[in-house]
């Protein structure tokens, strides 16, 4: 389980509709800088099987001169095929972006280990659970360079925040591929997958962004090049669209939207895959209630799977970046039932 559902879009390895670290730490003055999260989770699936896990992310760059800073961010997480109980089984840690990056007030342009922009579900669902179709498309682990140009500061009087990203990438071989403790191991181009490819082949265009409305959108297209074991490329695009309301002095919400759409799908010909996110958020002081909606449907071609999940999340935020949440679950896979639920202890620092 990755933390980018969390909102812990730190900028690492590129941007987003938000100003990055590398900004952030320029305007504060702070020559280092850091930020991370940990997680306690705990998972009961309807097959019997529990599963308690440790997941933590911790972000930290250096401020050079003139803009420039090196950025990067670390991973702790169960990197195994898992499977049946388990109690922080599997646990690995890996390098999960490094980059070198030059900021200004108008762009900012990265190159190292990135993560491309496409997407915002993976960062923006709610739940313990609504990050997971999103994450299915999300793009980490890539060796390239990109750029983010801050289109509201370019175009006098557009409102809010704009940003158009541009990336060129291929999948990281790089022993940062690997990881220590639970061994992943390295990446090789006879393993085969989209972008792993011999050189930076692949492509991302994303436009995120904020009105002062308080509307947020992300539209974006990917081309992922085929390595030795597909047939083709891969073309996929992503909408999505957030919005934020007070509805009362105490009550605030939130909802989000985003489908995507891939054709020849995994790098076979003429597979069409379709996923959604679809949730809602109500919070009331330390309180907040989500539901989600999220499904993933492929034709014949990749075999006819598909999945329905909804799930029903409360959580309570307390002091010094802890939080607290609990979710269930129930929906189909593959035409099978199954429902689950879990508990989430959050720590930021």
Not at 4 to 24: D, E, I, K, N, Y
Not at 96 to 120: E, H, M, N, R, W
Not at 211 to 217: K, L, M, Q, T
């Amino acid at each position: 389980m990755k933390l980018h559902h969390l909102m812990f879009a730190l900028g690492c390895a590129g941007a987003s509709a938000f100003p990055s670290v590398a900004q952030t730490a320029t305007d504060a003055g702070a020559r280092w800088f850091h930020e991370g999260v940990a997680e306690l989770t705990f998972d009961h699936a309807d097959d019997g099987s529990d599963v308690t896990a440790a997941t933590v992310e911790v972000a930290a760059g250096f401020r050079l001169a003139g803009g420039w800073s090196v950025q990067g961010s670390a991973v702790l997480e169960p990197v195994g095929e898992g499977g049946g109980d388990s109690v922080f089984e599997d646990e690995g840690a890996y390098i999960d972006s490094l980059t070198l990056q030059y900021a200004s007030d108008a762009f900012t342009v990265y190159a190292g280990k990135i993560a491309p922009v496409f997407g915002s579900a993976a960062d923006l669902a709610p739940g313990l659970y609504g990050f997971e179709v999103g994450e299915g498309y999300q793009l980490v682990e890539m060796i390239g360079a990109g750029a983010d140009v801050g289109v509201g500061r370019l175009v006098e009087g557009l409102g809010g925040e704009h940003v158009l990203s541009v990336s060129v990438f291929r999948a990281d071989r790089s022993v940062l591929s690997d990881s220590i403790g639970t061994r992943r191991g390295r990446l090789s181009l006879d393993d085969g997958g989209l972008a792993n490819t011999s050189d930076a082949e692949s492509v991302t265009v994303s436009l995120d962004g904020e009105s002062e409305a308080g509307w947020g959108y992300t539209v974006g297209y990917r081309r992922l090049a085929a390595g030795v074991t597909e047939e083709v490329a891969e073309t996929a695009f992503v909408a999505g669209v957030t919005r934020s309301f007070q509805l009362s002095e105490t009550l605030a919400a939130e909802v989000l939207l985003e489908a995507f759409g891939a054709s020849d799908a995994d790098g076979v010909a003429s597979a069409d895959r379709f996923g959604y996110t679809l949730a809602g958020t109500l919070a009331r002081g330390d309180w907040r209630a989500s539901a989600i909606l999220s499904g993933v449907h492929q034709d014949a071609v990749l075999g006819d799977r598909d999945l329905d999940h909804l799930e029903l999340m409360i959580g309570r935020d307390f002091a010094n970046g802890v939080s607290l949440d609990a979710g269930v679950r129930t929906g189909k896979r593959d035409g099978a039932s199954e429902t689950g639920f879990g508990v989430r202890l959050t720590l930021g620092f």
